[in-house]
């Protein structure tokens, strides 16, 4: 069987399992998520083993540091993704959850319940983890997975993905409720996203060319975020000492993540006692300071020149641009304007700014008095994550068991009929 | 200024002011409700005499009857339209609604808050009460509305949407907040759905062709279902006469809509009994039988055979598919394989198997013991509706004000930073 013809039936069989797989209890799915963990700890020292092959053809293909990193598998990270798939496990099976119950005035009885979206496809790159987490994520909330991983990280997925489906043999649920697209071949991908009709949607986790590489290709609905401009504004009524803390772990904590900061916002009341100080000590970590005419008359020495483009830049890197502005709302125009609508915050005080940044900015994520970088589906205690939408549709911000699933609408009459 | 400029000027001001309209009270938005439902009372003449151009120039162009009585507004039609306006008013505004508080261990508050998609976008035909139902709808979700009607209806449009227009100048809320485009070139809605930056989500309503063409052409998201081949089945536990007059209203008081019923599932321990009577009274009613070969058999006369196509055909007419099944698992396999998702009933008194039904029926909408025929959002509380969807993503069944939203989260802290 070609490629083409292997993914057609892998899907094929996920949609007919998935009405199967819709009606398996949670304890059931609960067991399944215990062996899983369990036989990633037992499966230690061989999964590490075939790591090591990605690690070695990583290191021959001169990847960068940065991703070979996060490629790499160890006895701590294993343990982690074993303890994601229990914390999956403790959290409440979304499935059957009632919405809500209308009655209406001629006796029918109407129950929104929720219910899996069926067949899920995840398409990702280079951390193993995902796979685990996904499978995860998917199997309690009950939809057949389709997992394909970047071919950097093939001999660790295959390694994981093999432990976790050899663990459902000991439940109910059948094995190809989990599926790991194996090839390499970036075709793979091409023709999980003709598939409509089996498929119920695409979720793309990785940097910005694979996403626009899946929602450019994809027949499939896509939950997506193309990139994470996050800002944080410093309000003449913040709190300086805390908006210098935010300021310096929102860039700098780990600043190739979508919920870093990549624009600093400050108000010109502010600027000349702030700037300088959050300067220095972002310069003394390594960010390269690009700033607006005012900040560079502020701080002086070492900031270039901020040009249009870098407002709507995603760095993923040690760089930060910064502008002054008059008031909250021109902060809150650059942040529609310019931002993502990842995350984006403000530091301030006054409870009515916050209250009008928190209505007005248009951002799946938005805080006060505190870092971007909680975005995240661990953080918001969802347990994991299979991605964050900045889409409006369907799921908002981290995506985890909610997010997989729809909802259904049940009827109950008596022989009602419509006149 | 072309077309297309046009087009893009009327979506990016769209997107602009779709950050106001988000934040504009239930009071002010209720008000605008009831002028512009007294607005349509008080200009009815008016309306009507543009609609009788519609409709003359519908008459030269020799369509339908059903298309032109679908066109034509009269006095009743235009109080309809004004209740319909009056009845959205009168539900909860869901702008600001809170749907989940989470505390977590560091102290950081997270609110869900429901929010307004932001720009709509609803490409419709013929109907012209379309035109205020959904300019109701979207004002109080608070979304800025751009229409797009049917050229049949073009004259008609342009009076309602006239006069709802002039209604807002009554209240402080932009005239631009509703949008009609009334060019009748279909280059526009071409030129519409390339505008992703600006339109949240775009919702077809129509034909299969109309929609098909949406969907294909579209890089904003789209809302949608292509058909509706909804099923009833009949149980052999079913009550007769409820299975009689459940048949006879799905199939016959308003074949051509998409909740009407096109196929009939009997279980084969009450065929005999069964078929014979209601085929009598549905050929009575001028429905065309087409049935598999057990229904040939025990109807006898007057029963075409079924294609494999006629199980997948949404005929909007009277015609009905007929099948003799085996069990109710070969009814849910029959219904998951060639329906649409949408709407499909059991008649049954046994509470085991309709609770089987109700879980393992893939759709939208699932019954028991009752018409098909309810799935609309007037039927269900909403109001009105902007569409109906089998899609799974966002939104499922009748959408109306819930659908038109999204939520944000709100992240309360007190100067939390990650570690």
Redesign the interface.
Known sequence: MNLQAQILKMAKDARKL??KL??VDAQEKNRALKFMADALVENQAYIIRENTKDIKAAQANHLAQALIDRLVLNDKRIAAMAESLLETMKLKDPVGELLET?T?PNG?T?KKVR?P??VVGIIYESRPNVTSDCVGLCLKSGNVSILKGGKEAIFSNKAIFGVLKKALKKTKIPQNAINLIESTDRAAVKYLLELEEYV??IVPRGGEELIRFVAEHSKI?V?KHYKGVCHVYVSEHA?LN?AH??T???KV?RPGVCNAMETLLVHKDVAARFLPVVAHELKKSGVELRGCPITKKIVKQGVKKATKKDWSTEYLDLILSVRVVNSLGQAIEHI?HYGSHHSDAIVTDEKGE?QEF???V??????????T???DGY???FGAEVGIST????V??PMALEGLT??????????????
């Open positions: 998935s009405y819709a009606l209308i209406r029918l109407i219910v979206l069926g119920d949607v609905p939950i709190d805390m803390a935010i310096i772990n929102a904590q529609n916050a928190l209505k007005a248009d951002s799946a994520c938005v805080y006060v008095n505190a870092s970088r909680f975005t953080e918001f205690g889409d409006k549709l369907h908002r911000g729809t909802y259904k609408y049940e009827i109950l009459g008596k022989g009602q009929t419509r006149s």
